[in-house]
């Protein structure tokens, strides 16, 4: 078997996308394999062209090609796993490469040495260590692993083999300095003082490795003080933006309140007045009537008709009655002008205090004390924080959050059910409406909702392939993907996410593609701990099984995010 695969070489076994062993292998059109995520997703980065080509002799297909797995492949490379495969014919000479320690024997080309003689104080290939072994037959040379080290083991002076320490000038020497300049120094085997630096290097070595703990214990007790001062702050601003809120709205509730009491006030004064006025007018000009009679009557000279008429003018009504009406002396609202003042006085005064008292609360929180290290800051606690992670689908299910996607963030292609809680891959791009939060550059769809302490969803998928991930909002959404920088724009989703490929049976974390065991169910649950850093996929089937943990810090909340590939669709799974 070793002899045949001699033959092709590791090249042909490779993937020429990933440069990696086969995974998977497919066979397309023009003849070349690939692994199947690779020409997968090579295809889709350029699938809004509808052309696709093969990496390798670019010949081209219309429509996309349905994938062939290349069964003679995949046995090979089954075998190449568990052998040794591609091994080194030893017949052919190896050749010393650059950084190599070359044989002092050759001559013209030098092969690679494999062993080195203390005695001789050479190296030697394969072919020229036989021939050394049959020169000294029974001779007892000693023979290291070739190392290019070799002359630092060799005396500048003597060119004898170093196999002396000397203690006083702190130099290993070779049997004749011993008995020239370092004649009556302290000296002892080389072998003894390595055995006991190497004592000595193990206890520096242990004290350094405590020293390094401490050290990592301390910088994670600042990070962690460092995310919750961050977390707390953030939950501080949010209070007092929601107190102050209030303040506000009470101050405008009592505004509308005193204008709505003065308007009223005003309005109903204002009414008596008028009843008052009219009333006034009414009397002013029946007395002015009455007065131009009484005038008139005063000319006539005839005392007959005088006495006549005099009685009719005496007999007018309210002749003998005048009305009196009291006037207030305080017209004015100056009195509530001053009280409104005295009130926004003593809310100032109120406010300048209480700032007072904040400032001096919040300049006392510290991370770092200049005496000693703080304690950690109290975790804001969740009203189901634990120490303890789950291990039980029933733990798990304390912890579910209900979830829904987001309409506004969806792929043109993705169809969503109308109770948001389905996605799959529609073949003809939808009418929505641009969004600044829609994803135009990736078939990929956010959950409305922002998670952070201790949650638990499942997902169910079909079709042929559906990422599942987490990620900040701030992920790129508008950036559009095309050749030749296609593959590393395609990577900035995993920048700021976290992510599983059922497919493939890959995790995607901060850009490093991680291969797993691939399992059987097409059913997921996912567990957040947003503090403790950690996201866990769970394979559900009879039974909880750990798939993969990923453990890092998260700096903003998550946000489930769904990756849709062609006839594939995900569904949100009640919780009960």
């Not at 023009?30 to 350029?46: A, E, Q, R």
């Not at 939950?235 to 003065?262: M, W």
């Not at 005003?266 to 009414?282: F, P």
């Amino acid at each position: 078997m070793a002899e045949s695969y001699a033959l092709f070489g590791e090249d042909q076994f490779s993937c020429s996308i990933c440069l990696d062993l086969l995974k998977n292998p497919v066979t397309i059109p023009c003849g070349h394999s690939y692994c199947m995520g690779c020409i997968k997703d090579y295809w889709d980065l350029n699938d809004r062209t509808g052309v696709y080509g093969c990496p390798q002799c670019r010949q081209t297909f219309t429509p996309r090609p349905a994938l062939n797995k290349n069964t003679m492949f995949a046995e090979v490379v089954e075998r190449l796993k568990k052998t040794e495969e591609f091994q080194v014919d030893p017949h052919v000479p190896c050749y010393a490469e650059p950084g190599d320690i070359e044989c002092d024997v050759c001559g013209g080309r030098k092969q690679k040495a494999i062993k080195s003689c203390l005695l001789c104080l050479a190296s030697y290939c394969e072919t020229h260590l036989k021939l050394h072994d049959k020169l000294n037959p029974g001779k007892r040379h000693s023979l290291v692993e070739a190392s290019v080290q070799l002359q630092e083991k060799i005396c500048s002076h003597h060119d004898k083999l170093l196999e002396v320490y000397c203690r006083t000038d702190q130099l290993c020497i070779c049997y004749e300095c011993l008995m020239g300049v370092h004649k009556g120094h302290e000296t002892v085997s080389a072998a003894a003082e390595g055995a006991a630096k190497q004592k000595e290097l193990k206890e520096t070595h242990r004290k350094s490795k405590q020293i390094i703990n401490k050290k990592e214990k301390e910088l994670f007790r600042l990070k962690q003080a460092m995310m919750s001062l961050t977390y707390s702050a953030q939950l501080a601003v949010e209070d007092s933006d929601k107190v102050f809120t209030e303040i506000i709205c009470s101050v405008q509730k009592c505004h509308s309140d005193v204008k709505r009491l003065i308007r009223s006030q005003e309005k109903a004064a204002v009414g008596q007045a008028e009843e008052q006025v009219d009333q006034l007018q009414k009397e002013i000009a029946e007395m002015r009537r009455r007065d131009t009679k009484l005038e008139q009557l005063s000319k006539t000279e005839d005392s007959i008709i005088f006495l006549q008429r005099c009685q009719s003018v005496l007999a007018l009504p309210g002749c003998g009655d005048t009305s009196s009406i009291n006037v207030s002396q305080q017209v004015s609202f100056e009195g509530v002008k001053k009280s409104v003042a005295e009130l926004k006085q003593r809310l100032e005064d109120i406010c300048k205090g209480a700032f007072v008292k904040i400032s001096k609360k919040v300049q006392d929180i510290h991370i770092l004390q200049a005496s000693k290290p703080s304690p950690p800051l109290p975790q804001v606690k969740d009203k189901c924080v634990e120490s303890k992670e789950p291990t039980t689908r029933e733990e798990f299910l304390k912890y579910a959050c209900q979830l829904t996607l987001d309409q506004n963030t969806a792929h043109k292609n993705l169809l969503l059910s109308k109770d948001n809680k389905v996605a799959g891959w529609n073949d003809l791009a939808l009418p929505y409406p641009n969004h600044p939060e829609r994803f135009d550059n990736m078939p990929v769809v956010l959950c409305r909702e922002a998670l952070s302490g201790r949650c638990y969803w499942e997902v169910e998928w079909d079709g042929i392939q559906a990422i599942i991930a987490v990620s900040y909002k701030g992920i790129n959404r508008k950036k559009a993907l095309s050749p030749p920088d296609a593959f590393s724009k395609f990577l900035e989703f995993y920048d700021q996410s976290w992510s599983l490929d059922w497919n493939t049976a890959q995790v995607w974390e901060n850009k490093k593609q991680i291969q797993l065991t691939s399992w059987s169910s097409r059913k997921v649950g996912l567990f957040l701990d947003h503090k403790a850093g950690t996201l866990a996929f769970y394979n559900i089937a009879d039974k909880m099984t750990l798939i993969y943990r990923v453990q890092t810090t998260f700096t903003q909340p998550l946000y489930p995010a769904f990756w849709i590939k062609i006839q594939s669709k995900i569904k949100l799974c009640p919780l009960k």
